[in-house]
């Protein structure tokens, strides 16, 4: 591994002349009671590799914010971890990932089966072309997971009372999905999410179509989820990072540079390029 | 060369405002190490002219702290600065309020040097004040010059500078006690030089403060009291 780098105070040339990457992350990527686990995880798009040998731990229960700049494979990497990537054309995923220690990526392990214990949150809200109940009561009906319509109600309620969506829609469930705000639809594709009960959320960026006001109650929610699942969230707003997180990640180009405790992160980071990105010192 | 590449950013106007804030703290600093030279000057010299203009520059010093926190806190409110950026924000608003006390200090001592020209020189002491003026002077010219240059082993040089200063000061007093008893007409103005020794000390104090701050800019750890690990 490359040394840590002196401080950037202390050099007298910019980040990116002599820019190295680490050949393990610095700082902490290992977590003892980890839910996911990442051991030398590669991803090719075709030629093209945009993942380098990935060494990373999830814990249980945390929020993990990934951050980067574009094309660093940050969303790459998001993707992997639910097998999304199975459905792009090329991609080919190598190294080991598990969930509670079972390999994700083994052919025993059906995809449908995994996204429902791993759930994802796009940018962009997508609501189903269907009424709030029904959106909310997809998933659960797919997986069978209610066998009366009460309990599928039951089911629907607090996943919308946990996204806190409920006290604004209770009375208008069967209006459709597409009619909510843009916050309010990206809180009900959260309820959706967690209607079928997963053990991890992961988000790719939920918040960049969404005013302030939004994106707040979404931060607010990601803090209270994370008593209960699992969150790794992809996000290109470093603030929101340093609020919702316990750890960050920082990947350049690829390689996983470092993952720290949020709050060290943002004060001191260990890594040159790190220090680079959070400045603001990129260009 | 910027070792604090403070030109690196890819906001011009963040660039200009975190390269000004630091040369204001800069600026603040000599000025406050003016004002200690002189108010050591004034109390040597019985110079109660000299006296009164630090007595007078002090409230520009309190100005000064003011515009620099006010600039700091914008720039926190508009830039959310991060890491070694966050740092040098907190270490330059920490750094103010201590050149600040020190502006104090020296009028503190400005004002003994007056009372002292108003009721005759005190028997002794002067060549204390002389050392351990001399000693915090130099800590103070070297913590802002660790400042300037970012550099943490200098710093952390400088503070150890401060355990002497500690030491002569307890020399000094058990001195200036002995004069007293020896000569108790002298009492009152002894006591002044012993405050004027205390504000010294202080100013010591506070030159230690800013190495510590020095050392969290450059390399994020936070070291005061003693948190050496």
């Not at chain 1, 949150?121 to 709030?132: A, D, E, G, R």
């Not at chain 1, 999905?177 to 990206?186: D, I, K, M, R």
């Not at chain 2, 906001?11 to 975190?18: A, G, I, P, W």
């Amino acid at each position: 591994m490359t040394n840590v780098p002196e401080p950037l105070l202390k050099r007298g040339v910019t980040a990116m002349d002599n820019a190295q990457y680490p050949d393990q992350a610095v700082g902490e990527p290992f977590a003892d009671d980890h839910k996911m686990s990442l051991r030398n995880v590669n991803v090719f798009y075709g030629d093209k590799q945009a993942i380098f040998d990935v060494n990373i731990d999830i814990a249980r229960n945390e929020v993990i914010a990934m951050i980067g700049p574009s094309g660093c494979g940050k969303s790459t990497l998001l993707r992997s971890i639910n097998r999304m990537n199975d459905t792009v054309e090329g991609c080919v995923v190598s190294g080991e990932l598990t969930l509670d220690g079972e390999d994700i990526y083994t052919a025993k392990m059906d995809p449908v089966a995994l996204r429902a214990r791993v759930g994802m949150v796009f940018q962009k809200p997508n609501p189903f072309p269907k009424s709030i109940y029904d959106n909310v009561a997809y998933g659960p009906r797919l997986h069978g997971l209610a066998s009366r319509r009460a309990e599928l109600d039951e089911i629907v309620e607090t996943s919308l009372t946990r996204a806190g969506l409920w006290t604004e829609v209770k009375d208008r469930l069967d209006q459709p999905g597409t009619s909510l705000s843009g916050g309010q639809q990206q809180r009900l594709c959260i309820a959706r999410a967690i209607a079928i009960s997963p053990e991890m959320i992961l988000m790719d960026e939920p918040c960049s179509a969404l005013d302030p006001i939004a994106t707040a109650k979404i931060e607010e929610l990601i803090t209270e989820l994370s008593q209960n699942y699992t969150i790794a969230i992809v996000t290109h707003s470093m603030q929101q990072a340093a609020r919702v997180s316990h750890r960050t990640a920082y990947f350049h180009l690829g390689h996983l540079i470092e993952v720290n405790e949020t709050e060290k992160v943002f004060t001191a980071p260990e890594h040159e390029l790190t220090e680079a990105y959070i400045t603001g010192r990129f260009g | 060369m910027d070792k604090l590449q403070l030109d690196q950013h890819i906001s011009k106007q963040f660039n200009e405002d975190l390269e000004d804030i630091k040369t204001s703290m800069l600026e603040m600093g000599g000025l406050v190490e003016k004002q200690v030279g002189d108010a050591i000057k004034a109390l040597e010299d019985a110079d109660s002219g000299l006296a009164e203009r630090v007595i007078e520059v002090e409230s520009r010093i309190d100005e000064m702290e003011m515009d620099i926190d006010e600039t700091c806190i914008t720039l926190i409110a508009r830039r959310q600065p991060a890491a070694s950026d966050l740092r040098l924000v907190v270490a330059v608003t920490k750094t103010i309020r201590d050149l600040e006390r020190i502006g104090d200090e020296a009028q503190k001592i400005a004002k003994m040097a007056i009372k002292l020209s108003e009721e005759g020189n005190a028997p002794r002491g002067y060549m204390e004040v002389r050392h351990i003026g001399n000693c915090v002077r130099k800590m103070l010219n070297d913590s802002l010059d660790a400042f300037s240059r970012f550099d943490a082993e200098a710093a952390i040089a400088t503070m150890k500078d401060d355990r002497q200063v500690d030491m002569d000061y307890k020399t000094a007093l058990r001195e200036m006690i002995t004069y007293m008893m020896e000569d108790p007409r002298s009492i009152s103005r002894s006591m002044n030089i012993l405050w004027a020794l205390k504000s010294l000390e202080r100013v010591g104090d506070h030159a230690k403060n800013i190495c510590e701050q020095v050392v969290y800019l450059v390399q994020g750890r936070d070291i005061r009291r003693g948190n050496h690990s």
